[in-house]
């Protein structure tokens, strides 16, 4: 307990520091938020599986904020080394908070990643580079008339994530074992309408988890995010919880 009260007293004084250093110059909201994730990898090769996540971002009381549905093949080059070399996701983005867009305009997404991880004592690190192009949804108003103009707007996105996590109690994380977690994620945009050219969003989590078996993991924490509009004249400072369900298949085992 003195451990996780550690974790939570950390991640407060961190994202309480960040929102006091940020620029008075800016129209700022702060907002809470819920976020749940649940993800399946299908294992279909010794080296590669197929992924399917879903996101599921709500803002106040539960407000929809974002939903994604992303799709992937992850291809493992050895045990420390591994890529996505197309992933696809579709977004739908709600009116929503204390900055609502004029319009609801939606995205599809190309992404690609490369991970790689390793161990450093008893704490598993993970280093996760990612790229996305990103075709947004477009609308316009005509005498009343709303026009959607299809997804002509192209973006461009890279995002660094530095995650790790360290076993509870236990020499290392296996079934029936609780961890701590924490992972920080810096985005960075250019494109058409991107006129903001620095560090765009920053997401901070830091929470517990709980590997159930071998397929079954669940964590849970206070998450922080910062996310600057494409102008750069408007942000987000979104402070809530984050949880997260991962369920692994394995189609390479044959029963006997």
Known sequence: ??????????????????????????????????????TTNWKVTPRTSM????????VGSFEPMQYQLRTAVDIALNKHFSFVPLGYVYTWNFKYGEQPAHFVNNEHRIWEQVMYKHHAGRFNVNHRLRLEQRFIQVHTENGGEIIDEGYV??????????????????????????????YDEVFLSWGENVTFHEPDQNRIFVG??????AEL????????????????AKQENNVGIQIQLTYNIDLTKTSN
């Open 1 to 38: 307990m003195i451990k996780v009260n550690s974790f939570l007293t950390a991640f407060f004084l961190l994202a309480s520091q960040i929102i006091l250093a940020q620029p008075a110059n800016r129209e700022i909201v702060t907002q809470p938020i819920e976020w749940l994730a649940v």
């Open 51 to 58: 992924i399917l996540e879903g996101q599921f971002r709500q």
């Open 153 to 182: 707007i192209n973006q461009n996105r890279i995002r660094y994530r530095f995650m790790t996590t360290v076993p509870i109690g236990h020499d290392k994380i296996e079934p029936k074992t609780f961890y701590g977690s924490a």
């Open 208 to 213: 517990v988890g709980y590997q159930c078996n």
């Open 217 to 232: 993991s669940i964590q849970g924490g206070p998450f922080y995010q910062m996310q600057i509009k494409a102008n750069g």
